[in-house]
Structures are given as structure tokens and as C-alpha cells.
């Protein structure tokens, strides 16, 4: 079971926006940036946001994050198909010196 | 461009060991930090610890002692994550992932991965 908490599905159709959560606790989230990753079936994680809401060069500003206490988000809006991927979150956890994932969040484009 | 490209597949008998491989191109090998993640059938990530590429030293994670070694060979710009006496519950996909600094608040973060290694433990 993940320190941090992600919704294990979301879904969503072409052009709408959708909202991935990230909970955590006050030793990880609520301390420290998140981190979130996409990851494209049967390839590497890639990068989306990092520093809780900076985007990487080359991502789409359709992806976007914030964070507010022990909890984060990444919406991304104008939904695609490509988007079609897993999503995770990532954050430092000052209690346990490491870092902690969410469990990961499946979206669907319909 | 970075790539960690990761060994394939591996099937192994309860009690062996299996070594993954993950080398490093496109950026100067011994300037980022090399960590080592583990996905379970049907669970999260869990982080397993990390390696420092210019003196060699591991952290390992909680949960990660004893049988995890991590090594290096900075001259084919390759991190190894070796594990011994393999257990069922050792089934995983195992990814690399390199860290790098964030210039403005001076801490690291997973910037790139490998595509991951499925590792199966089975008689």
C-alpha cells in the first residue's frame, strides 16, 4: 500500500480537462515538491512537472500542477488520446528519508 | 538526449541471483546520481535506494539491506542493482532513474528512467 494516495482510475473524453489527485501526509507533500510522471504503456517514465507546478521543456502547457498542504494535483486540459497513459507522483519523505509514490492513476480517453 | 536503457527480461529459480544492467548515454555518467525503483504485479513504486556515481557510495532504502547491491562501471557509464537469493516475492519490474539538481532549490529529483526490467522468480 502507497504512502501517498492516487485515485487508481480516471477517464475523460477528448478536449475535456480531468484532475489527478496526490495525497500525502505532512512528512512528504506537505513538506517537500511533488513530482509527477507520465508513463506511456510499455515505455519509461517521463517527466511532467516538477517543483509542484513547473513544466520540463518540450511538455505541453496543457499539463499542469499545484499543490495545496498534504495534497497535489495535475490536470491536464484539452484532452488527447496520446494523454492515454499512467500517471504518478512522486514527493521526499522526510519521516522515512526517501521517496514515496503514489499508487499510480490509469487514464482513459474515451 | 539522456537514455538509461535497462537488460531484458530475466526468469529466475527461487534462490539465485540475478544482476540488472543500466547504461547511461547522452550526459557525463559521473555527474548525476543513479536510483534504483521497484514495481510489484499490481502495486505502486517503491524506492529502493541510490548510488553515487562519482564515489561509488549506495544508500539503500528501508527494506532494500542485505541482499541489494548496487555497483557501478564508470567506464562503460553502467549501474547494477544485483539481487541474491531470489524470493517469489522479488517478481517485479525494476527501473533506474537518474537524478539531477534543481539549480533554484538545490535539491534532486528523477529526471530520466529506464524503460524498466521485469524480473520473475519461479521454479
Known amino acids: 500500500q502507497s504512502v501517498v494516495t492516487q485515485p487508481p482510475s480516471a477517464s475523460g473524453t477528448p478536449g475535456q480537462r480531468v484532475t489527478i489527485s496526490c495525497s500525502g501526509s505532512?512528512?512528504?507533500?506537505?513538506?517537500?515538491?511533488v513530482y509527477w510522471y507520465q508513463q506511456l504503456p510499455g515505455t519509461a517514465p517521463k517527466l511532467l512537472i516538477y517543483?509542484?507546478?513547473q513544466r520540463p521543456s518540450g511538455v505541453p502547457d496543457r499539463f499542469s500542477g499545484s499543490k495545496s498542504g498534504t495534497s497535489a494535483s495535475l490536470a491536464i486540459s484539452g484532452l488527447r488520446s496520446e494523454d492515454e497513459a499512467d500517471y504518478f507522483c512522486?514527493?521526499?519523505?522526510?519521516?522515512?528519508?526517501?521517496?514515496?509514490f503514489g499508487g499510480g492513476t490509469e487514464l482513459t480517453v474515451l | 538526449q539522456v537514455q538509461l536503457v535497462q537488460s531484458g527480461s530475466d526468469l529466475k529459480k527461487p534462490g539465485a541471483s540475478v544482476k540488472v544492467s543500466c547504461k547511461a548515454s547522452g550526459y557525463t555518467f559521473t555527474s548525476s546520481g543513479m536510483n534504483w525503483v521497484r514495481q510489484a504485479p499490481g502495486q505502486g513504486l517503491e524506492w529502493m535506494g541510490w548510488?553515487?556515481?562519482?564515489?561509488?557510495?549506495?544508500t539503500y532504502a528501508q527494506g532494500f539491506t542485505g541482499r541489494f547491491v548496487f555497483s557501478l562501471d564508470t567506464s562503460v557509464s553502467t549501474a547494477y542493482l544485483q539481487i541474491s537469493s531470489l524470493k517469489a516475492e522479488d517478481t517485479a519490474v525494476y527501473y533506474c532513474?537518474?537524478?539531477?539538481?534543481?539549480?533554484?532549490?538545490?535539491?534532486?529529483?528523477?529526471?530520466?528512467w529506464g524503460q524498466g526490467t521485469l524480473v520473475t522468480v519461479s521454479s
Open positions: 505532512n512528512s512528504n507533500i506537505g513538506s517537500n515538491y
Open positions: 517543483r509542484n507546478n
Open positions: 532513474a537518474r537524478v539531477d539538481r534543481d539549480p533554484l532549490t538545490g535539491l534532486y529529483y528523477f529526471d530520466y
Open positions: 512522486a514527493a521526499w519523505d522526510d519521516s522515512l528519508s526517501g521517496w514515496v
Open positions: 548510488i553515487n556515481t562519482k564515489t561509488g557510495n549506495p
